[in-house]
């Protein structure tokens, strides 16, 4: 997709839906955004770009990091989802929205000492011409902190209702990871020269694994992946008729309850932290 068509596509059918499902995806992507805040190491005081910011929820706990002296700025490209963040963060006064493409939006203002993103960077047609436009808010030896999903192999939160949906519905057609998406930055060999071509320096990348949890039962959380993630994009691609969407939740029911554990359904991840500094 190229950046008009991921803000249609944010901006509509997917943006409603995480609109919806907002609770139980803050819950299961939690993990994530912990590492990000924990390696941003953000202090009293910092100004903090979020790139992607979507519906809210990494502000809100960087604004926690920051203090009341601190600011975050969140920029997105889904108005309906900043529309809903700005409900979020109603009883918050340090922080502004942004509904612009960060590859394109003009930093004349902006400041500031780090950057952050969970999951909001893997999306850009150019990544590089995205970094060195992000680079340009940033104060010299600004550090970036953002996690993308590691080898899709890797990821059976992805991977297995992919797998499933194939099996019911059928194969959908061949992505090239590479593309913008939510592997585009699994291949740390093919992520970190684009990111070196945008001026930043000390990069590197820490390949973590992390364990994800469904807060809902597994019929509840294979109703969520119908709407979003690979098994909605091919119930969106087939158009199944009623029975055999009945027949993929099932699918992803059962195999979700083979996943239980004493603490809830989880699922193991792998994580792509990634870090740089501005140059000066």
């Excluded at 960077?121 to 010299?140: E, K």
């Amino acid at each position: 997709m190229n950046n008009a068509v991921q803000e249609e596509f944010w901006s509509t059918s997917a943006g409603r839906s995480w609109i919806a499902l907002q609770s139980e995806m803050d819950f299961i992507l939690r993990p994530v955004l912990d590492l990000v805040l924990q390696k941003a190491c953000l202090s009293d005081g910092d100004r903090v770009l979020d790139v992607g910011c979507g519906t809210g929820a990494s502000i809100l706990e960087a604004l926690k990091k920051v203090g009341n002296n601190g600011h975050v700025t969140g920029i997105d490209i889904s108005q309906i989802m900043l529309d809903y963040a700005k409900t979020r963060l109603k009883k918050s006064s340090n922080f502004l929205l942004l509904k612009e493409d960060a590859q394109l939006y003009d930093f004349k203002y902006e400041r500031v000492d780090a950057l952050i993103s969970r999951f909001g960077v893997m999306f850009f047609q150019n990544t590089t011409a995205a970094f060195s436009n992000l680079s340009r808010a940033l104060v010299p030896e600004a550090l970036l902190t953002f996690a993308a999903w590691g080898p899709a192999s890797q990821n059976p939160f992805f991977i297995q209702p992919a797998s499933i949906a194939n099996h019911v519905l059928g194969s959908m057609p061949k992505v090239d990871r590479n593309l913008p998406g939510p592997f585009a930055f699994e291949s740390p060999e093919r992520t970190i020269p684009l990111l070196e071509a945008a001026g930043l320096q000390d990069i590197t990348v820490e390949s973590i694994p992390l364990l994800l949890y469904a807060p809902e039962s597994a019929l509840k959380t294979a109703e969520l992946m119908c709407n979003i993630g690979p098994a909605s994009s091919a119930l969106i691609y087939f158009k199944p008729i009623y029975s055999d969407r009945v027949r993929l939740i099932s699918a992803l029911a059962e195999w979700l309850q083979s996943c239980e554990t004493s603490k809830g359904i989880e699922l193991s991840a792998q994580i792509n932290l990634y870090q740089a500094k501005k140059a000066y």
